[in-house]
């Protein structure tokens, strides 16, 4: 008897499988073949990386949508020298009306670096498949950039999605993009699969490289919103940081009184500066709507946009109550 069902469930599986090989044939879709060899970083002169020009001018402008059925858009840019102004100036296309609304501007420090003011802003109710212009920064440093809101949310509502992972900042990173945005099926939307910048891969994180990198996409991101998903390169978690700054590993290695002390001071260094809150810098520079599906953390939360309902999860966060 068993063996029989066995069999069954075989053969059954068998035929699913041959259902699959025959009727599922994708094809090729684009002749790229993967290159073997790792590709460098650009360097921090690359033209990808340019500072706009003009005093304070708003840097780093990206978009993702900040509410849950995308009437909203939280539009987040950097300004270096001091805070400027929180506002963003919107009008859609076909109207001569502007709305403005206010934002929060918060910065952070990574062991000895120091961000910009780092402003987000949310504009709400706004209308579906409508092309809106908005502007940032004050004075002779404004900017204006637009993007264009989803169709309602609903079963047959068209839309395209990109779908962006483990990007980083390397001459291949800057292919990827531009092979995105050249396709001749234009996405209207990324849906960022985790792992941003790659600062991580750096000297003590090296916050800088958290910067250039939103200066390379700002060119896409600006324009059209990227859905966050956080991967383990936005831990940027290193209790011993500073360790590594005052003791060579050959001495860390050493055993007795020297580890003693060793463990002291990694003790006092732990809590006078390292970096124990994960996600510090992901959190800071890139808001999502959480709060608009009852999320209670910004690592985990959902969408919903034309006809799609997007779940974002984070591998990376305790499992526990609400998570
Ligand atoms: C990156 O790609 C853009 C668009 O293809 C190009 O204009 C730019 O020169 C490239 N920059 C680097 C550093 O590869
Ligand atoms: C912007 O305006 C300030 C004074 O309002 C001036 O000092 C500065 O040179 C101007 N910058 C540019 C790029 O025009
Ligand atoms: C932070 O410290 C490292 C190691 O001493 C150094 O190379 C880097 O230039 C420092 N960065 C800043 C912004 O002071």
Redesign the pocket.
């Known amino acids: 008897m068993f063996s029989k069902w066995v069999f069954c469930g075989f053969v059954y599986f068998l035929l699913g499988f041959l259902n699959l090989v025959e009727f599922c044939s994708g094809g090729i879709t684009s002749s790229y073949v993967r290159n073997d060899d790792l590709s460098l970083d650009m360097p921090l002169d690359s033209d990808v990386f340019r500072v706009p020009p003009g005093y304070n001018a708003p840097q780093q402008v990206h978009i993702t949508q900040g509410d849950h059925e995308g009437r909203g858009v939280i539009i987040s840019w950097i300004t270096p020298d001091e805070p400027g102004s929180n506002t963003v100036v919107y009008w859609a296309e076909d109207s001569k009306l502007k709305g403005s609304a206010n934002g929060v501007v918060l910065t952070y420090k990574y062991?000895?670096?120091?961000s910009g003011y780092i402003h987000h802003c949310k504009i709400k109710n706004l209308k579906f498949d409508t092309k809106y212009y908005y502007e940032v920064g004050i004075g002779n440093t404004t900017r204006q950039f637009w993007f264009i809101t989803p169709p309602k949310v609903g079963p047959d509502a068209p839309y395209t999605f990109g779908l962006i992972g483990d990007l980083g900042q390397t001459h291949d990173s800057n292919r990827t993009l531009t092979h995105y945005e050249s396709n001749p099926v234009k996405g209207q939307t990324v849906l960022f699969v985790g792992d941003l910048s790659y600062a991580d891969d750096y000297?003590?994180h090296?916050n800088?490289r958290w910067d250039t990198w939103s200066r390379f996409i700002e060119r896409n991101a600006a324009h059209q919103p990227w859905i966050w998903t956080a991967g383990n390169h936005e831990l940027d978690f290193d209790p011993e940081i500073v360790l590594s700054?005052c003791l060579p590993y050959s001495i860390k290695k050493r055993v007795d009184l020297i580890s003693v002390i060793s463990v002291l001071i990694i003790t006092v260094v732990t809590l006078l500066q390292g970096e124990t809150k994960p996600f510090k810098p992901y959190t800071s520079r890139f808001f999502v709507p959480f709060r608009a599906s009852e999320s209670t953390s910004p690592l985990w939360y959902s969408i919903k946009r034309a006809s799609a309902y997007v779940i974002i999860l984070s591998s990376y966060s305790a499992y526990g109550k609400n998570s």
Do not use: G, K
């Open positions: 062991f000895n670096y120091t000297p003590f090296d800088t700054l």
